[in-house]
């Protein structure tokens, strides 16, 4: 149990500099121990999954983050909302932001990947409840003048032409 706790530690970079080295030092050199290592990290990575609930109201979609993420580089909440808009064949999409705690240049991209994924298909996407930071985000970048952004659901979905 104390190896395995480790390993959490570790995965979490919790350790401190001379432990770590440790570590490092013999579980990177012992094939056995480095594939317990990478099964330990695919397993709290999967746990950590940001998972996105759909929902339909009026013939648009609205995805929201079922707890809180970072749409940041590399971030399973930034692979989960592309795999949610780009993968999908929806052609009305809200994505409620609300509970987005950071995002970073990857963020940004992703959003204008879903929005210029949508406009090439003809349709459209939308922004919801976007956080005070994401919110200074999109204004600081103009991301604000091209996509269209609610603090109100029922405003976001009439605005789609649907009741």
């Excluded at 390993?7 to 500099?17: E, F």
């Excluded at 050199?29 to 929902?55: K, P």
């Excluded at 959003?111 to 005070?132: E, Q, T, V």
């Amino acid at each position: 149990m104390a190896r395995e706790e480790l390993v959490v530690k570790y995965l979490k970079r919790r350790l401190d500099a001379a432990t770590t080295e440790a570590f490092e030092s013999h579980y990177l050199s012992c094939d056995e121990c480095f594939e317990r290592l990478r099964v330990a990290q695919l397993l709290v990575e999967g746990l950590n999954q940001t998972r996105i609930d759909r929902r339909y109201s009026g013939g648009v979609a609205v995805l929201q983050f079922t707890g809180p993420v970072h749409l940041t580089h590399r971030s399973a909440g930034l692979t989960s909302l592309a795999q949610s808009v780009l993968e999908q064949k929806d052609t009305h999409v809200l994505i409620d932001l609300s509970r987005v705690v950071r995002v970073d240049s990857a963020g940004l991209g992703t959003l204008m990947s879903c929005y210029s994924h949508a406009i090439r298909k003809r349709k459209a996407f939308k922004i919801l409840n976007p956080p005070r930071q994401v919110r200074e985000l999109l204004h600081l970048t103009k991301i604000h003048t091209v996509l269209e952004t609610y603090d109100n659901e029922q405003e976001a979905l009439e605005s789609f032409g649907h009741s």
